[in-house]
C-alpha cells in the first residue's frame, strides 16, 4: 500500500498539473491575464500606438494656412497624399537608394566578421564564454554618444590611426565625414545584435552533424557551406534583420561621422522634425521607413519557414 507521503506527491502533481492546464488558456483565468498584461498593453498603447497613429494622421496633414501666410504651429489635418508623393522625389529616392546600399553594406560586413565571433565564443571552453559574451555586450553599457565622439577621436587626421600610420611613413588619409566612416561606425555599434543571435542558434545547434558531414568525407569549407550556414540561418535572418532596419533609420552616426558627405535618410527625417518643423513631410518619411520595414520582417517570415534550422 502506497504510503501517505506518496499518496500526497501525487496528489500535488495533479493538483500542479491541473493549475498548469488552466493557465495555457488565458480564458480560464482571465483576471490573472489582465492583471500580468494590463500594465504592459497601457505602456504600449499610450507611449507607442497613440503616438504612432498621430503621426500616421500627419503625414497625411499639411501646414495650415492662416491669414494668407503658413503657420508654423497649427495643421491641416487629413488633406490627402502629397506629403508621400514629395518623398518620392528624385532628391529622395537617391537618398534613400543611398541609406539602402550602406545599410547592406554595413550589414554583410556585421555578418562576415560576427559568425567567426559568435562560432569561436560557442566553441570555447565553459570558462571562457562569460567573459567572451560579456565582451561583446559591455559597448551596451557606455553610451552611444560617447562612443560615436570615440571614433572621431579614432579617425581623426591627428587620430590615433593616422598617429600609428605615421610612424611607418603612410597617412595623412581622410577617415572622417564620408561613407567609409559611416559605415564603420554602423558595424562598430551594431555588431552586438548580430553576434547574439547568431551565438544563440549555434549554441544550440547539434555538433553530430558537423562531425558525421567530415566523417563522410566532406571538407570543413563543404560542411560550412553546406551543414552549418543551412542549419544557423535562422539566427542569420534574425541578425540581419536586427541589424539592417537600425541602420536604415540611424541618423546620429551619419550626423556626427558622415557630416554633410554622408547624409542618410535619417538625417533628412531629423531635419525635418527640428530644423525644417515640417512634421507632416517628415511623419511620411518616417512611414516610408516602417513600411519599408514590415517588408523586410515578412521577408524574414517567409524565409524562416523555408528554412529547417532552428527557430530563434
Known amino acids: 500500500m502506497p504510503s501517505p507521503f506518496l499518496l500526497a506527491s501525487i496528489q500535488g502533481s495533479q493538483e500542479q498539473g491541473e493549475s498548469g492546464r488552466v493557465l495555457d488558456n488565458w480564458k480560464d483565468n482571465k483576471n490573472v491575464f489582465w492583471t500580468l498584461a494590463g500594465p504592459g498593453t497601457f505602456w504600449l498603447l499610450v507611449f507607442f500606438i497613440l503616438p504612432l497613429g498621430f503621426l500616421f494622421v500627419m503625414s497625411f496633414s499639411d501646414k495650415a494656412v492662416i491669414d494668407g501666410e503658413i503657420s508654423i504651429t497649427e495643421y491641416d489635418y487629413l488633406t490627402g497624399i502629397s506629403n508621400y508623393i514629395r518623398s518620392v522625389d528624385a532628391l529622395y529616392l537617391t537618398i ?3 541609406s539602402i546600399w550602406v545599410s547592406a553594406l554595413a550589414t ?3 555578418l562576415l566578421t560576427a559568425y567567426p565571433i559568435a562560432f569561436g565564443i560557442c566553441f570555447a571552453s565553459e570558462r571562457w564564454k562569460p567573459l567572451l559574451l560579456l565582451l561583446v555586450v559591455l559597448p551596451f553599457w557606455i553610451n552611444l554618444l560617447i562612443r560615436t565622439y570615440a571614433l572621431i577621436a579614432v579617425f581623426r587626421s591627428q587620430g590615433y590611426v593616422n598617429l600609428a600610420l605615421g610612424t611607418v611613413g603612410l597617412g595623412p588619409f581622410d577617415m572622417l565625414y564620408n561613407n567609409f566612416a559611416v559605415i564603420f561606425g554602423l558595424v562598430y555599434v551594431y555588431m552586438p545584435f548580430m553576434v547574439l543571435p ?3 542558434t549555434i549554441e544550440r545547434l547539434d555538433k553530430s552533424f558537423l562531425e ?8 570543413q569549407f563543404t560542411t560550412f557551406l553546406k551543414v552549418t550556414v543551412p542549419l544557423t540561418m535562422p539566427g542569420i535572418i534574425t541578425g540581419v534583420i536586427l541589424v539592417f532596419i537600425p541602420c536604415l533609420g540611424s541618423f546620429l552616426t551619419p550626423d556626427l561621422l558622415g557630416g554633410a558627405n ?5 538625417n533628412v527625417i531629423e531635419r525635418q ?6 512634421w507632416p513631410f517628415g511623419a511620411a518619411l518616417s512611414f516610408m521607413l ?8 515578412m521577408l524574414r517570415a517567409f524565409l524562416a519557414k523555408r528554412s529547417a534550422g532552428v527557430d530563434v
Do not use: P
Open 262 to 266: 554622408a547624409i542618410m535618410i535619417g
Open 198 to 200: 547568431l551565438y544563440a
Open 273 to 278: 522634425f527640428k530644423a525644417a518643423n515640417d
Open 212 to 219: 558525421a558531414s567530415l566523417d563522410l568525407g566532406a571538407s
Open 290 to 297: 516602417m513600411y519599408a520595414t514590415f517588408a523586410a520582417l
Open 96 to 98: 534613400i537608394w543611398k
Open 108 to 110: 554583410v560586413l556585421c
